[in-house]
């Protein structure tokens, strides 16, 4: 099974690549100059209506969404392990994670430069700026306090939450977050970029 997988480098998309890598999945990296607004030209348009990436594109038809594109990987590719495939509170419990890093880190992220989306008056993108570096620290804290179990994310076993909060806290530092604030976040880290799948997707990534 061949899959054709879009992205943009330095964007979210690098959760599911890290995937992909992991299961060994047989894919076609494809690059999106996201700066030139090639996510909005009518061809990526017709792939993916949101005008965003990632975007998988499988013999079924598109998914989209990081934690949607995770739960297939995973299901499709059980021998890789990335997540528990008899289990649904385990499985619910990994959901929960990257929903969390979905609708909730990402948006205080993404409020750094697209202020667009959230207020008409230029006035109010400068406030919404200043605030990420206090949003996205107290979403590492609750999750070096709460949610990452270590030393992965679930606990003894690497799973599909792994890669999504790899690529949130590589955010950090850009966001004026310290990650030494945070020394469970900070080990995960180390951990992953010591991984074979996470090298070859950051230089897949950088190319």
């Not at 909005?40 to 998914?63: E, I, M, S």
């Not at 509170?89 to 205080?108: D, E, G, P, R, W």
Request: aromatic share 10%.
């Amino acid at each position: 099974m061949t899959l054709k997988f879009f992205f943009g480098p330095k964007t979210c998309a690098l959760a599911s690549r890290i995937a992909l890598e992991e299961a060994g999945a047989a894919y076609e990296a494809v690059r999106l100059d996201m700066a030139g607004g090639q996510q909005r030209t009518a061809d990526y348009l017709a792939v993916n209506p949101k005008g965003r990436v990632p975007a998988l594109a499988t013999p079924q038809g598109v998914l989209t969404e990081t934690p949607a594109i995770l739960a297939y990987i995973a299901q499709a590719y059980p021998q890789a392990k990335l997540a528990p495939s008899d289990d649904a509170f385990a499985f619910a419990q990994i959901q929960a994670f990257n929903s969390y890093l979905c609708s909730t880190v990402h948006i205080n992220h993404a409020h750094k430069m697209r202020g667009y989306r959230w207020a008409s008056e230029e006035t109010s993108y400068a406030d919404m700026k200043r605030k990420v570096p206090e949003t996205m620290a107290e979403s590492f804290a609750l999750i070096e306090r709460e949610m990452l179990v270590g030393p992965w994310a679930m606990g003894e076993s690497y799973t599909i939450a792994d890669p999504y909060l790899y690529t949130m806290a590589r955010w950090l530092e850009g966001d004026g977050v310290d990650v030494a604030r945070f020394p469970k976040v900070a080990d995960h880290m180390r951990r992953m970029q010591e991984r074979p799948a996470v090298q070859r997707a950051i230089a897949g990534d950088a190319a």
